[in-house]
């Protein structure tokens, strides 16, 4: 290990309670050494990525990313993978490792992701991942449709067999408890024959089990769906007089939750409602789990619309998806996304008449993505990152209050979060609201932010207060001079109301009365156009000369939010899909696995695997490579392209394996091959246990007497 790659470090040991200081020496790493990448529970439209690195001591190594559909030619280039340093919060600890997302993919589709890891102090690499995208979830052309009546329900339930869809009658039908599963490929469907015809007056629970749908039924109380798997409810009506669908205990993992309307008991839009001590009920849609997609519903009327679980509670909450919703009237939290342990997607949705608009309290090392959501008429603050929350990344969301325009109040310090091209706006109408203070107007209030948080590229304005003031961590600033120059917002501008082409109005005088959500589009010219940075995999294809600030680039159809259902006018390119497109990544360019028209491109075969650890590594389309490290693949030529020959693999060998040549590829017959890039020596990749706890994934540790204590409490809510 070269010098410049060590430094000395004080070692404590704990024993038998007590924590001893020893005089002892040890040698922290600061080069890398990369463990195995990995893509955990790909949802329909986005794919996790997950890296465990030991060393990096200094935290300045980086991860690229590109990708592409198997069989296509082209790379895309995504969003860098974010540095996840090895840390802990409230109970819950994590690894050292770098996360990150890809985005706006193509259902049901393989991906060959490219990451590159680059340490200056030693360990860079190169690597391929596969991942596929899971489909949308659609009733099997063999499945068998059972016609079921209020009088035959329960037998017919009982009988249940996979591919058996119960197709209900109308009528009022007593609540039921799902005793049968279903499979991955031919699941159980519980379906209204005609849409909120099929009333079930009392509660549906589907405790236990996997690969039950719900679709179209009217429920008269709560959805239930502890420790279970690849569960549906979609286009449902649910009213309740408490939690709209609940997924705890284990959770619920790889479910889709869309398309619905849950509506809760808080109606009350009040002072005496908001915040966590106020007179507020329910939680719209509240799970732990991994892997669940929670999309375009419309929620109304809780104490929190959108929620995860907290403290001991929450169990492997990460690769979730929440899109597309349309959520009003959440008197604590519009989205409470606690707890949340990396690769959160809180993406394109609606949020209006809510105390908060997104809480991360905390993030528990992240990733947790906040992008193009619109906050209109939230009180207390638009981001909760309190509870010393770690990774919080916020891109292009527009946000209009009464109040501080962005302010966290958390009283500890929060660490490691990224803003980017949002727009923050608040003003006159700031008081005390549900016992707290939303602030008198300031520009930003963030005073316990440290110096691993970067904010830049961020529009920002006070309405009716005439000053343009706040404070970022340690630093205060009185102008947007001051604000470029003693703060990371190098690139901030002002806006005003102007920035919008319709005429909205600033809650000038409170968040009382209810507000109805307005239109947040820009105008041209605005302050906001032209103002952002680009961002890979987030605002590719953006007009002008530079993206847009907040959630609508100048000129573009906002997503639909809320439910899909009686026909959505699609907009292709606009990384929503609507209506009948089979697809939507942001663009009209076809070659990249979604056509001009936003349908699935076919693709070829022949395209290269991914390399595994110590494993037969391959390369891509004929290309020709120098020296993998492990041993060596052949590679191999996509149909039609690049056909010479192919080097080695790749691949990372285990420690002390050393470098092998890899052996000689082909592939059909193409043009020539350019130079591969060339392999790099494997290191250790041993998992490394951190606190005494077990790794979940090789990434997540969940402390020890934590874990202990989530054992002991019932599993049944």
Same mark, same amino acid.
């Given at each position: 290990?070269?010098?410049?790659?060590?430094?000395?470090?004080?070692?404590?040991?704990?024993?038998?309670?007590?924590?001893?200081?020893?005089?002892?020496?040890?040698?922290?790493?600061?080069?890398?050494?990369?463990?195995?990448?990995?893509?955990?529970?790909?949802?329909?439209?986005?794919?996790?990525?997950?890296?465990?690195?030991?060393?990096?001591?200094?935290?300045?190594?980086?991860?690229?990313?590109?990708?592409?559909?198997?069989?296509?030619?082209?790379?895309?280039?995504?969003?860098?993978?974010?540095?996840?340093?090895?840390?802990?919060?409230?109970?819950?600890?994590?690894?050292?490792?770098?996360?990150?997302?890809?985005?706006?993919?193509?259902?049901?589709?393989?991906?060959?992701?490219?990451?590159?890891?680059?340490?200056?102090?030693?360990?860079?690499?190169?690597?391929?991942?596969?991942?596929?995208?899971?489909?949308?979830?659609?009733?099997?052309?063999?499945?068998?449709?059972?016609?079921?009546?209020?009088?035959?329900?329960?037998?017919?339930?009982?009988?249940?067999?996979?591919?058996?869809?119960?197709?209900?009658?109308?009528?009022?039908?007593?609540?039921?408890?799902?005793?049968?599963?279903?499979?991955?490929?031919?699941?159980?469907?519980?379906?209204?024959?005609?849409?909120?015809?099929?009333?079930?007056?009392?509660?549906?629970?589907?405790?236990?089990?996997?690969?039950?749908?719900?679709?179209?039924?009217?429920?008269?109380?709560?959805?239930?769906?502890?420790?279970?798997?690849?569960?549906?409810?979609?286009?449902?009506?649910?009213?309740?007089?408490?939690?709209?669908?609940?997924?705890?205990?284990?959770?619920?993992?790889?479910?889709?939750?869309?398309?619905?309307?849950?509506?809760?008991?808080?109606?009350?839009?009040?002072?005496?409602?908001?915040?966590?001590?106020?007179?507020?009920?329910?939680?719209?849609?509240?799970?732990?789990?991994?892997?669940?997609?929670?999309?375009?519903?419309?929620?109304?009327?809780?104490?929190?619309?959108?929620?995860?679980?907290?403290?001991?509670?929450?169990?492997?909450?990460?690769?979730?998806?929440?899109?597309?919703?349309?959520?009003?009237?959440?008197?604590?939290?519009?989205?409470?996304?606690?707890?949340?342990?990396?690769?959160?997607?809180?993406?394109?949705?609606?949020?209006?008449?809510?105390?908060?608009?997104?809480?991360?309290?905390?993030?528990?090392?992240?990733?947790?993505?906040?992008?193009?959501?619109?906050?209109?008429?939230?009180?207390?603050?638009?981001?909760?990152?309190?509870?010393?929350?770690?990774?919080?990344?916020?891109?292009?969301?527009?946000?209009?209050?009464?109040?501080?325009?962005?302010?966290?109040?958390?009283?500890?310090?929060?660490?490691?979060?990224?803003?980017?091209?949002?727009?923050?706006?608040?003003?006159?109408?700031?008081?005390?609201?549900?016992?707290?203070?939303?602030?008198?107007?300031?520009?930003?209030?963030?005073?316990?932010?440290?110096?691993?948080?970067?904010?830049?590229?961020?529009?920002?304005?006070?309405?009716?207060?005439?000053?343009?003031?706040?404070?970022?961590?340690?630093?205060?600033?009185?102008?947007?001079?001051?604000?470029?120059?003693?703060?990371?917002?190098?690139?901030?501008?002002?806006?005003?109301?102007?920035?919008?082409?319709?005429?909205?109005?600033?809650?000038?005088?409170?968040?009382?009365?209810?507000?109805?959500?307005?239109?947040?589009?820009?105008?041209?010219?605005?302050?906001?156009?032209?103002? =952002?940075? /680009?961002?890979? %995999?987030?605002?590719? #294809?953006? &007009? @002008? !000369?530079? $993206?847009?600030?907040? +959630?609508?680039?100048? *000129?573009?159809?906002?997503?639909?939010?809320?439910?899909?259902?009686?026909?959505?006018?699609?907009?292709?390119?606009?990384?929503?899909?609507?209506?009948?497109?089979?697809?939507?990544?942001?663009?009209?360019?076809?070659?990249?696995?979604?056509?001009?028209?936003?349908?699935?491109?076919?693709?070829?075969?022949?395209?290269?695997?991914?390399?595994?650890?110590?494993?037969?590594?391959?390369?891509?389309?004929?290309?020709?490579?120098?020296?993998?490290?492990?041993?060596?693949?052949?590679?191999?030529?996509?149909?039609?392209?690049?056909?010479?020959?192919?080097?080695?693999?790749?691949?990372? =060998?285990? /420690?002390?394996? %050393?470098?092998?040549? #890899?052996? &000689? @590829? !082909?592939? $059909?017959?193409?043009? +020539?091959?350019?130079? *591969?890039?060339?392999?790099?020596?494997?290191?250790?990749?041993?998992?490394?246990?951190?606190?005494?706890?077990?790794?979940?994934?090789?990434?997540?540790?969940?402390?020890?007497?934590?874990?202990?204590?989530?054992?002991?409490?019932?599993?049944?809510?």
């Amino acid at each position: 290990m070269p010098a410049r790659a060590l430094r000395s470090v004080a070692l404590t040991v704990v024993l038998a309670g007590a924590a001893l200081l020893l005089p002892t020496t040890v040698w922290a790493q600061a080069s890398t050494t990369p463990g195995t990448p990995t893509a955990p529970h790909p949802t329909l439209e986005n794919i996790s990525i997950v890296w465990p690195v030991t060393g990096d001591t200094d935290n300045d190594a980086t991860v690229s990313v590109r990708y592409r559909a198997v069989g296509s030619t082209t790379y895309r280039t995504g969003l860098p993978l974010r540095r996840v340093p090895a840390g802990s919060a409230e109970g819950h600890s994590w690894v050292n490792h770098h996360s990150g997302s890809l985005f706006d993919l193509v259902p049901g589709t393989a991906y060959e992701i490219e990451l590159s890891l680059a340490d200056p102090d030693g360990g860079s690499m190169v690597t391929m991942l596969n991942a596929t995208t899971r489909p949308e979830p659609t009733i099997p052309a063999t499945a068998r449709m059972v016609a079921v009546t209020t009088s035959n329900f329960s037998s017919s339930l009982s009988a249940a067999m996979p591919g058996d869809v119960l197709v209900l009658a109308s009528g009022t039908y007593q609540g039921f408890t799902a005793s049968r599963n279903g499979t991955a490929a031919m699941p159980i469907v519980i379906k209204s024959q005609t849409p909120g015809g099929a009333i079930i007056s009392g509660e549906v629970r589907l405790e236990g089990r996997s690969y039950v749908w719900l679709e179209d039924l009217a429920i008269r109380n709560r959805v239930v769906l502890n420790d279970s798997t690849g569960i549906v409810v979609r286009g449902c009506t649910i009213t309740t007089p408490g939690s709209g669908v609940t997924g705890l205990g284990d959770g619920t993992v790889d479910s889709y939750i869309c398309d619905n309307v849950v509506t809760g008991p808080t109606t009350n839009w009040a002072d005496a409602a908001l915040g966590a001590e106020g007179d507020n009920l329910g939680e719209g849609i509240q799970i732990t789990g991994a892997g669940t997609v929670i999309c375009h519903n419309f929620v109304r009327g809780f104490r929190d619309c959108i929620s995860t679980m907290e403290e001991d509670e929450a169990v492997d909450q990460r690769s979730i998806d929440i899109y597309g919703n349309d959520l009003q009237l959440g008197a604590d939290d519009c989205i409470e996304a606690d707890f949340t342990m990396g690769n959160v997607r809180i993406m394109r949705n609606r949020l209006t008449n809510c105390f908060v608009g997104i809480s991360g309290q905390p993030t528990l090392g992240g990733p947790m993505y906040a992008v193009r959501n619109v906050m209109y008429n939230v009180v207390y603050s638009p981001f909760k990152l309190h509870r010393g929350s770690v990774g919080d990344v916020a891109l292009h969301n527009t946000v209009i209050k009464s109040g501080d325009a962005l302010a966290v109040y958390a009283g500890v310090t929060w660490s490691r979060a990224m803003f980017r091209n949002n727009i923050f706006i608040g003003g006159q109408g700031g008081g005390t609201y549900g016992t707290y203070s939303n602030g008198s107007g300031q520009i930003a209030q963030m005073p316990d932010a440290d110096a691993t948080c970067s904010f830049d590229y961020d529009g920002f304005g006070s309405i009716g207060t005439n000053m343009f003031r706040g404070r970022i961590g340690s630093a205060s600033f009185t102008s947007l001079a001051t604000l470029q120059s003693a703060t990371t917002e190098a690139h901030a501008v002002q806006v005003d109301m102007s920035a919008f082409a319709a005429s909205v109005m600033q809650p000038s005088s409170g968040p009382f009365p209810e507000r109805m959500p307005p239109d947040l589009r820009l105008a041209a010219g605005s302050a906001a156009v032209d103002k =952002g940075l /680009a961002l890979p %995999g987030i605002n590719d #294809g953006f &007009a @002008g !000369s530079a $993206p847009d600030l907040g +959630a609508y680039e100048l *000129g573009s159809t906002p997503p639909h939010y809320g439910p899909r259902t009686g026909g959505v006018a699609a907009v292709c390119g606009n990384r929503a899909r609507e209506g009948t497109e089979q697809c939507d990544d942001g663009n009209t360019t076809s070659g990249d696995g979604c056509s001009a028209t936003c349908t699935v491109e076919a693709t070829t075969t022949g395209a290269a695997g991914a390399s595994g650890t110590g494993a037969a590594g391959t390369t891509g389309a004929g290309v020709a490579g120098t020296t993998g490290t492990g041993r060596g693949g052949s590679g191999t030529g996509a149909a039609g392209t690049t056909g010479t020959t192919g080097a080695g693999g790749r691949t990372t =060998g285990a /420690a002390g394996a %050393g470098t092998i040549v #890899g052996s &000689a @590829g !082909s592939g $059909p017959t193409g043009v +020539a091959g350019s130079a *591969g890039e060339r392999g790099v020596t494997g290191g250790c990749g041993c998992a490394v246990p951190v606190g005494g706890a077990q790794a979940v994934a090789g990434v997540w540790l969940l402390a020890a007497a934590t874990l202990a204590a989530r054992r002991r409490r019932s599993r049944r809510r």
